[in-house]
């Protein structure tokens, strides 16, 4: 048994529920075992890798549909889905996605599944079958399916601008106005709203325009990198972004050689965005 006292303040701890299926949930709640006690609550319950600021997170609600006779059912919350914020009070999750009995494909390889089948088809010999799961393990792939659209209308898309954009189309209705950012995020996922956005969005995109040509050396580089060009220009603005998008250098560009010192920088993938405040160019580098 765990039991906190104190006079004030707030205690987090976390109630972790496994199931005999393999997986877990943060979200569980506690009691008050005596009288006089109070009962802990599931908020805070959003775990790794879930709480990485970074990253997309995504919650669990049941898809919404009219029912024979016409009456609307479903559009709640997933009982499992773990609740906000994260314990530095970051919103998380981000925003949520049908997670909840989701049809999806089987890998006809599988053979430990012994759950009930939704379809199944046959082909080139083999058989194919279709099988309801639920849990955020669906909601996240189905988010991740409308990014793919949002990179197939925009492919210079910054992985922070698709975090932007699916939280800023995010829908509202009753659901998410009742349960709030806890549990919804900024709300659902609207894939037809999130594509749209995703047009009007100005990304990574490696191209030359006319006023200005540069080229970098080496690449990959270790300790020093240079930008080198012929044109003639004075004072552009160069940022080094990871990947994510995040600044994390800035400096002036100016005609000949302007020198870039590498050597502290972690191993992986850069971004140099250099602009004269028309145009840009985007080029990427890579330090080891």
């Known amino acids: 048994a765990l039991a906190v006292v104190g006079n004030a303040g707030n205690f987090h701890a976390w109630n972790v529920a496994e199931l005999t299926t393999g997986v877990g949930n943060w979200g569980g709640t506690f009691t008050a075992g005596q009288t006089g006690w109070k009962a802990g609550d599931a908020n805070y319950g959003v775990g790794t890798p879930g709480n990485i600021e970074s990253i997309v997170t995504v919650a669990s609600h049941r898809s919404a549909f009219l029912m024979p006779n016409g009456m609307p059912y479903g559009g709640e919350i997933s009982s499992y889905s773990s609740r906000g914020n994260i314990i530095n009070g970051r919103q998380k999750p981000d925003l949520s996605a049908p997670g909840q009995s989701i049809v999806a494909a089987l890998s006809s390889f599988t053979d430990g599944y012994t759950g009930i089948y939704s379809a199944s088809t046959e082909f080139n010999g083999r058989t194919y079958r279709f099988v309801a799961l639920s849990g955020t393990s669906m909601s996240s792939p189905f988010v991740a399916g409308v990014v793919a ?140």
Request: neutral net charge.
């Open 149 to 288: 659209l949002m990179l197939q209308a925009n492919p210079y898309l910054t992985p922070v601008q698709v975090r932007e954009i699916l939280m800023e189309t995010a829908r509202q209705d009753e659901y998410t106005e009742e349960s709030g950012t806890v549990r919804f995020g900024a709300g659902k996922v609207d894939a037809q709203a999130a594509v749209k956005k995703a047009l009007e969005y100005t990304g990574i995109h490696d191209f030359q325009p006319v006023n200005f040509q540069l080229h970098i050396y080496p690449n990959p580089a270790s300790q020093t990198l240079y930008i080198t060009s012929t044109s003639s220009f004075n004072n552009l603005e160069m940022k080094v972004c990871d990947l994510s998008g995040r600044v994390i250098a800035q400096q002036n560009v100016n005609s000949g050689v302007t020198i870039l010192d590498v050597a502290a920088y972690a191993p992986g993938c850069y971004l140099l965005k250099i602009s004269d405040g028309k145009e840009i160019i985007v080029k990427k580098w890579i330090k080891h």
